[in-house]
């Protein structure tokens, strides 16, 4: 018997393109999902996230690119939140810091990848309750250094006055009363009083330099910095997020 390939019985015999395609997308889509589970638990293990948070972060990460393999400072824009904050600039700058990377490079980057988002991410989890006393002093240091690094603007080890003084005007930027030389009276001030708590008596002719990262911690002992970074400017609702069109 001869089937003209024309025929509806042709049709139905011959296997059509999607056919042949389906199961190599699906084999290509499991393999791609398995090495993303692959790379998600070493992340787990790096960062301290579960896989849960890890999958969640990635959504918000992909919300924030809009699917892109990127990140650049301008996607932030999208959180609206965020830009309540007085010093949103340098919240924003620090998930480009390669100081916050956990790989010992200092400088900026103009984007970064999914890695690098959690592993800046990962200063802001709340610590293990089950974590020894030692390693949960490691991650308050490593918390209060993400901060330090924050207003180390140029990496010199030392956050001068020039430098507080910019934080302080950004803090009272909001409000509108005060001039520009109250704040800078302010700040000076806040600074002078940092030296007589963390250097004691100072002679008329010594200059502060500045705040070092060992006074630093002196300065917030006591603050249970643990529980007040939190990434609240992040949140949004992931239910209503739609992969492909």
Not at 115 to 132: A, I, Q
């Amino acid at each position: 018997m001869v089937i003209r390939t024309d025929s509806p019985v042709a049709a139905a015999a011959s296997p059509t393109p999607r056919d042949t395609l389906c199961p190599i997308l699906s084999l290509a889509n499991n393999m791609g999902a398995s090495q993303s589970e692959h790379e998600f638990k070493d992340l787990a293990e790096r960062t301290g996230f579960s896989l849960d948070q890890i999958k969640n972060l990635h959504q918000r990460f992909k919300w924030l690119t809009n699917h892109q393999e990127t990140l650049r400072q301008e996607d932030f824009e999208k959180v609206s939140h965020l830009s309540l904050n007085p010093i949103k600039g340098q919240i924003v700058k620090a998930f480009f810091d390669k100081r916050n990377f956990g790989k010992h490079e200092v400088g900026l980057v103009e984007e970064i990848g999914f890695e690098e988002f959690l592993m800046v991410m990962s200063h802001f989890k709340l610590p293990n309750k089950k974590l020894t006393d030692e390693d949960t002093e490691d991650v308050r240091t490593e918390k209060l250094r993400f901060l330090f690094n924050m207003h180390d603007t140029d990496n010199d080890g030392t956050i001068t006055l020039e430098e507080y003084r910019h934080l302080v005007e950004k803090l009272l930027s909001t409000c509108e009363t005060l001039e520009q030389d109250t704040s800078l009276a302010i700040a000076d001030a806040a600074m002078l009083e940092v030296a007589r708590i963390t250097v004691g008596h100072m002679e008329p002719h010594e200059v502060y330099e500045g705040i070092t990262f060992e006074q630093f911690q002196q300065i917030l002992k006591g603050v249970q910095i643990e529980t007040k970074m939190n990434v609240r400017f992040l949140q949004m609702d992931t239910t209503t997020m739609r992969c492909g069109k």
